[in-house]
């Protein structure tokens, strides 16, 4: 998976996203909270690739992304590529900020309040950066990002 960023502010996000043959734009609001409004739109590989090229900040997002189950609810687990190396992030999707959920054993510090991990910063961020001294393993760097999922459209 490949995304990019077209704008970043902090009212909210524009992005594309490529995976695979299927590719969206993306626009999220960038609260500061576990609920956040978001709204997909698919559009034409083609014109992602374009605009990923051409148009998005550098350097994009590169990312494999595993779902993994864990007593009733999927996590989202995103391991970042390229200048995002050694950055692992679990996300899970609620329907409010009150249903309970379990914590896997592998799960990492909450960061859902941290701007610092919204991938939306990840283009201009140092954050992630390999340093010589530090040696991770996707398991235990896991960060947790809790994401409310909002009302039904």
Same mark, same amino acid.
């Given at each position: =998976?490949?995304?990019?960023?077209?704008?970043? $502010?902090?009212? +909210?996000?524009?992005?594309?996203?490529?995976? +695979? /043959?299927?590719? !969206?734009?993306?626009? @999220?609001? =960038? $609260?500061?909270?576990?609920?956040? !409004? #978001?709204?997909?739109?698919?559009?034409?590989?083609? #014109?992602?690739?374009?605009? &990923?090229?051409?148009?998005?900040? @550098?350097?994009?997002?590169?990312?494999?992304? %595993?779902?993994?189950? %864990?007593?009733?609810? $999927?996590?989202?687990?995103? *391991?970042? %590529? +390229? /200048?995002?190396?050694?950055?692992?992030?679990? *996300?899970? *999707?609620?329907? /409010?900020? $009150?249903?309970?959920?379990?914590?896997?054993?592998?799960?990492? @510090? #909450?960061?859902?309040? /941290?701007?610092?991990?919204? @991938? +939306?910063? &990840?283009?201009? !961020?140092?954050?992630?950066?390999?340093? !010589?001294? %530090?040696?991770?393993?996707?398991?235990?760097?896991?960060?947790? &990002?809790?994401?409310? &999922?909002?009302?039904?459209?």
């Amino acid at each position: =998976m490949v995304q990019g960023y077209l704008a970043n $502010t902090e009212r +909210g996000s524009i992005r594309v996203r490529l995976e +695979g /043959d299927r590719a !969206s734009l993306n626009i @999220k609001s =960038m $609260t500061l909270d576990v609920t956040r !409004s #978001e709204f997909d739109y698919p559009i034409p590989v083609d #014109e992602a690739e374009i605009i &990923l090229r051409s148009l998005c900040m @550098k350097p994009l997002i590169e990312k494999t992304r %595993h779902y993994l189950e %864990h007593e009733g609810h $999927t996590w989202e687990v995103d *391991e970042f %590529h +390229g /200048d995002n190396a050694g950055l692992v992030v679990a *996300e899970i *999707e609620l329907r /409010d900020r $009150t249903e309970p959920f379990a914590k896997p054993a592998w799960l990492g @510090k #909450e960061v859902s309040d /941290d701007p610092r991990y919204y @991938k +939306g910063r &990840l283009p201009a !961020s140092t954050l992630w950066q390999p340093r !010589s001294n %530090h040696r991770c393993r996707p398991a235990v760097a896991a960060q947790a &990002l809790l994401r409310v &999922l909002p009302p039904s459209r």
